[in-house]
């Protein structure tokens, strides 16, 4: 099997056992929370894609990668950082925008990775990603599933619990 089959098999592993961890043991402690806490503590998480600003480094890359995939990734997560910074804060506030802000936060966070995703198989082989291997395979299968959960809380969550 080549390189890019392993990557999407440890994308895959780590996205199901992500589900896992969150439908059984997440999602059950969540419920017991207040609404905006819980909105908080699945955000918080998002504060450390900073991270991606390691796919601009060569040397924790294995080569420079090419930039029309680490510029999007590396900014566009470090924008989803800042926008998760501000919904937690907004929510630990509770300000009015912040069920706004958690959705601003989402939907750029979510389409960050949808972007990253097609921009990653399109222009960088697995072997160019050095240490930043384990961001697609172990963090960002977590900060995905997070998302579609985040999705779930806003749309249903709030009403649930009234």
Known sequence: MNQTGFLLISISMGIVGWMIIVKFWIIPWLKRKPFYEALALMTVPH????????????????????????????????????LALVSVLALLTKLRVSIATVWLFNLAGFMDFLIAIMQGFRYTQPAEMGATYFIPIVAAPFLLVSHLVMFWMLVKGNKQRK
């Not at 990734?73 to 989803?80: C, K």
């Open 47 to 82: 504060i450390f894609r900073y991270v991606g600003l390691s796919s601009l480094f060569t040397g924790v890359t294995s080569s420079s990668l090419d930039l029309r995939f680490a510029n999007p990734a590396a900014y566009g997560d470090l924008i989803a950082a800042v």
